[in-house]
């Protein structure tokens, strides 16, 4: 399977994917105005590597500024977890923010209130 | 020389209290631009982080919702105009302001909407948030800029305002504030 490595830009977020360990990062800001033309690849990486139950898939996030039309592409994502959590496969989310920027906290935890799998909500003290 | 009167503008901005404004055809990329100018001065004046992703967050859905507007009506490049300004008020409080041409049943259907919006208390607009998200996407896409404009209304802290007005040749101009 292929994996993903997608660079940041100033509207989009640094993206990187690996099938072997289940491991899907992203990170920065994320207001594309095509977000669906922009997270078809991940989503295509989600489902691909949800199809099969022995591959697990553990979601690591630095994500800040969200426009609306990306927070309904995270939302796909997350429904996709959330079924695929149901079938048994061991899924898991990290979501990391700026202990500055409660705006973060908020988005993450109106996230994390539709999903029953591991959804842990982490402050990092800036540099 | 003094065609364009720039220290009248310039006079005019800084009593207005105006840090940034555009007006005329705008691109992804300008937006883009923009909203990093305006994000480096907030940063330079110290804003609290939650403030700038607010502020940022409602230019952006303001300025997007406008150029998706403008390609669902497969507005010409005069249509696709938009008039964005960003400015202080006494308080020190950030405005947000944009506006565009659009249909006038458009323009009496979101100054309807921004009212409903403008009744509805935190819980009440997560709550209708959270509905629109899970809206089918062609039904929110047909009713147009329906999360944008509630993601707007809960990250201003005051009601949104907006405004129609008569723009001539039987186009209205809809307008849009919100306060953080």
């Known amino acids: ?127 | 020389m003094n065609q364009f009167d720039l220290y009248g503008l310039r006079k005019h901005f800084q009593n207005q209290r105006i840090l940034l404004c555009f007006n005329g055809p705008i691109s992804r990329s300008l937006i883009e631009e923009l909203g990093n100018a305006l994000k480096k001065y907030m940063e330079a004046e110290c804003l609290q982080a939650d403030a700038i992703t607010d502020v940022f967050g409602i230019y952006i859905e303001m300025t997007q919702n406008i150029r998706h507007y403008a390609a669902r009506h497969d507005y010409g490049e005069h249509e696709a105009e938009a008039t964005v300004v960003i400015g202080t008020d006494e308080r020190g409080r950030y405005l947000v302001e944009a506006g565009n041409r659009v249909e006038r049943a458009d323009g009496e259907r979101l100054l309807a909407r921004v009212r409903d919006l403008a009744g509805m208390d935190a819980a009440e607009l997560k709550a209708v948030y959270k509905q629109q998200l899970r809206a089918p996407r062609d039904e929110a896409g047909a009713s147009g800029s329906g999360l944008g404009l509630i993601d707007m209304a809960r990250r201003s802290s005051a009601p949104l305002e907006a405004d129609l007005r008569d723009a001539g040749a039987g186009g209205t101009f809809f307008s849009l504030r919100a306060m953080v």
């Open chain 1, 1 to 127: 399977m292929n994996d993903l490595a997608v660079e940041k830009t100033q509207s989009t977020p640094a993206i990187t994917a690996d099938s072997a360990s289940g491991l899907l990062k992203m990170e920065g800001d994320s207001y594309p105005e095509n977000s669906f033309e922009f997270f078809g690849p991940v989503m295509e990486w989600v489902r691909e590597q949800l199809s099969d139950k022995a591959c697990p898939l553990h979601l690591e996030l630095r994500l800040i500024y969200l426009n609306t039309s990306s927070v309904r592409a995270m939302l796909d994502i997350f429904d996709m977890l959330e079924a695929a959590h149901g079938r048994g496969v061991d899924v898991a989310v990290v979501w990391y923010y700026d202990a500055r920027n409660q705006r973060v906290a908020d988005l993450a935890e109106e996230f994390k209130e539709d999903c029953t799998f591991a959804f842990e909500i982490t402050a990092e003290e800036p540099d």
